[in-house]
């Protein structure tokens, strides 16, 4: 058995709601994340998929409250350090690639400055090792003309160049753990690609762990091994990607595959009804009962609970009080 690099238990944050209660935005969440291997959290907006690395990162805005919760990242407490120690490890150990490359790069300072902050400051590097190793790693990830790049600006970046970038920024200090939220989200499909691409040859190259968040389903066939589906700041279904697109057991993960455009599902194009939860008023049932044609009465009024499901791979959990695999065999039938 590998060992576990990131081990979360019972992690639960909220907000303040303006009406003097609070919001919990995740929920009770635990799971592990093994080295070298690549976890896809996956879920609607609002799902908590951000928040809950941010927690573990200590980036959560000051208004939110861890209110219970282990983040144990090899072998150490991340929630019980203190800022500093954190800070150290933020970027050397654990690297992060943010969704919106235009936001996160700084548009007043060169690309170089920017990609030489963690290397001076994790590592520090300075001089010729340092121009040295930025040019390494703008080939690394694959932007062209290096050192004329290391001058220019982030508007001189086309988008995909940008997200190169802000790997490159990832990976500077060779992390352990990589983690992207929303990688890809703002770019076209094409550049997608290649930027999934790009995270799994730099995974099997530096041998990282990957953490890859993110509201579309679709990117993460090409790129995980186990798939985590979140909803209102819970897990519903996690598995070996095959199980959980093949041999899916959950009803919203179903509903999130049959609104792919590609359809894992037969084609069909069909959109979740209803919207997301508000985290301020969830009633005691499974959170997506509302949106559910399948939900039972049990459904309405009690949280299932996430277990491995009946006859299904290894480590293929899910959260449920139907049998989702019983329903679609009923309406397969003529
Ligand atoms: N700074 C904040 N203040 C108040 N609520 C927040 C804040 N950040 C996130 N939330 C709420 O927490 C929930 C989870 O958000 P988030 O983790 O960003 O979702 P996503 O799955 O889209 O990444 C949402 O309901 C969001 O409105
Ligand atoms: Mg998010």
Same mark, same amino acid.
């Given at each position: 058995?590998?060992?576990?690099?990131?081990?979360?238990?019972?992690?639960?944050?909220?907000?303040?709601?303006?009406?003097?209660?609070?919001?919990?935005?995740? /929920?009770?969440?635990?799971?592990? +994340?093994?080295?070298?291997?690549?976890?896809?959290?996956?879920?609607?907006?609002?799902?908590?998929?951000?928040?809950?690395?941010?927690?573990?990162?200590?980036?959560?805005?000051?208004?939110?409250?861890?209110?219970?919760?282990?983040?144990?990242?090899?072998? /150490?407490?991340?929630?019980?350090?203190?800022?500093?120690?954190?800070?150290?490890?933020?970027?050397?150990?654990?690297?992060?690639?943010?969704?919106?490359?235009?936001?996160?790069? @700084?548009?007043?300072?060169?690309?170089?400055?920017?990609?030489?902050?963690?290397?001076? /400051?994790?590592?520090?590097?300075?001089?010729?090792? +340092?121009?040295?190793?930025?040019?390494?790693?703008?080939?690394?990830?694959?932007?062209?003309?290096?050192?004329?790049?290391?001058?220019?600006?982030?508007?001189?970046?086309?988008?995909?160049?940008?997200?190169?970038?802000?790997?490159?920024?990832?990976?500077?200090? @060779?992390?352990?753990?990589?983690?992207?939220?929303?990688?890809?989200?703002?770019?076209?499909?094409?550049?997608?690609?290649?930027?999934?691409?790009? +995270?799994?040859?730099?995974?099997?190259?530096?041998?990282?762990?990957? +953490?890859?968040?993110?509201?579309?389903?679709?990117?993460?066939?090409?790129?995980?091994?186990?798939?985590?589906?979140?909803?209102?700041?819970?897990?519903?279904?996690?598995?070996?990607?095959?199980?959980?697109?093949?041999?899916?057991? @959950?009803?919203?993960?179903?509903?999130?595959?049959?609104?792919?455009?590609?359809?894992?599902?037969?084609?069909?194009?069909?959109?979740? =009804?209803?919207?997301?939860?508000?985290?301020?008023?969830?009633? =005691?049932?499974?959170?997506?009962?509302?949106? @559910?044609?399948?939900?039972?009465?049990?459904?309405?009024?009690?949280?299932?609970?996430?277990?491995?499901?009946?006859?299904?791979?290894?480590?293929?959990?899910?959260?449920?009080?139907?049998?989702?695999?019983?329903?679609?065999?009923?309406?397969?039938?003529?």
């Amino acid at each position: 058995m590998t060992a576990p690099l990131l081990e979360i238990e019972n992690l639960s944050v909220s907000f303040p709601t303006g009406k003097g209660g609070r919001a919990t935005v995740v /929920r009770d969440l635990s799971y592990r +994340l093994d080295a070298g291997e690549t976890l896809a959290v996956v879920g609607e907006s609002g799902s908590g998929k951000s928040v809950h690395a941010l927690a573990l990162a200590g980036l959560l805005d000051p208004a939110a409250r861890i209110d219970s919760g282990i983040v144990r990242f090899a072998g /150490r407490d991340l929630l019980q350090l203190d800022p500093a120690a954190l800070r150290d490890i933020r970027g050397r150990e654990i690297g992060f690639v943010f969704q919106d490359p235009m936001t996160s790069l @700084n548009p007043v300072l060169s690309i170089g400055r920017q990609l030489a902050e963690p290397l001076t /400051r994790h590592l520090g590097l300075k001089g010729g090792a +340092l121009r040295r190793r930025l040019v390494e790693l703008l080939e690394l990830v694959g932007v062209d003309r290096a050192e004329q790049r290391l001058k220019q600006f982030p508007h001189q970046l086309s988008g995909g160049q940008r997200q190169r970038v802000m790997i490159a920024i990832g990976v500077a200090c @060779n992390p352990r753990l990589l983690i992207a939220d929303e990688a890809t989200t703002a770019l076209d499909v094409t550049v997608q690609a290649q930027i999934v691409d790009l +995270l799994r040859d730099l995974k099997a190259r530096l041998g990282l762990t990957l +953490l890859w968040i993110s509201h579309d389903l679709g990117v993460v066939a090409r790129l995980a091994d186990t798939v985590q589906v979140m909803y209102a700041g819970g897990v519903v279904e996690r598995g070996p990607v095959d199980a959980v697109f093949h041999d899916t057991r @959950n009803a919203y993960t179903l509903g999130l595959l049959r609104s792919l455009p590609e359809g894992a599902s037969g084609g069909r194009l069909q959109a979740i =009804p209803g919207q997301p939860p508000d985290p301020a008023a969830l009633s =005691p049932g499974d959170p997506f009962a509302p949106r @559910n044609c399948w939900a039972t009465a049990r459904c309405h009024v009690e949280r299932p609970p996430l277990r491995q499901a009946e006859d299904a791979a290894d480590g293929h959990l899910v959260a449920a009080w139907y049998d989702l695999r019983r329903i679609l065999a009923e309406e397969a039938r003529p």
